[in-house]
Nanobody
Framework: QLQLVESGGGLVQTGGSLILSCTAS????????MSWYRQAPGKQRELVAT???????TYADSVKDRFTISRDNEKKGAYLRMNSLIPEDTAVYYC?????????????WGQGTQVTVSS
């Protein structure tokens, strides 16, 4: 069973940058599609970015050209580099691992890391 631990959140000023890390253990990391989600107070959790097992990246429109998702299968890590941060990016960020569909398993989630962008 896969375990995910996020790190790298914190407080940053508008225009600043942060790199979030998600470290996995307990499973064959390379086969999972990895995503970052976020949830702001009073709002639903939203998908921010995804990188497939094959390295294909997709982004929410709100973060395109500012955020970059990457993965390192040897280190069992997924990363989210966030540039040009704005207050609207303030949220708890969650790492998600989606197994291959034919496995019939649920997604795995980390515990979340807080990102706060001050104006």
């Amino acid at each position: 069973q896969l375990q995910l631990v996020e790190s790298g959140g914190g407080l940053v000023q508008t225009g600043g940058s942060l790199i979030l890390s998600c470290t996995a253990s307990g499973g064959p990391f390379s086969v999972y599609a990895m995503s970052w989600y976020r949830q702001a107070p009073g709002k639903q959790r939203e998908l921010v970015a995804t990188i497939s097992s094959g390295g294909v990246r997709t982004y929410a429109d709100s973060v395109k050209d500012r955020f970059t998702i990457s993965r390192d299968n040897e280190k069992k890590g997924a990363y989210l580099r966030m540039n040009s941060l704005i207050p609207e990016d303030t949220a708890v960020y969650y790492c998600n691992a989606r197994p291959p569909a034919h496995w019939g398993e649920d997604d795995y989630w980390g515990q979340g890391t807080q990102v706060t962008v001050s104006s």
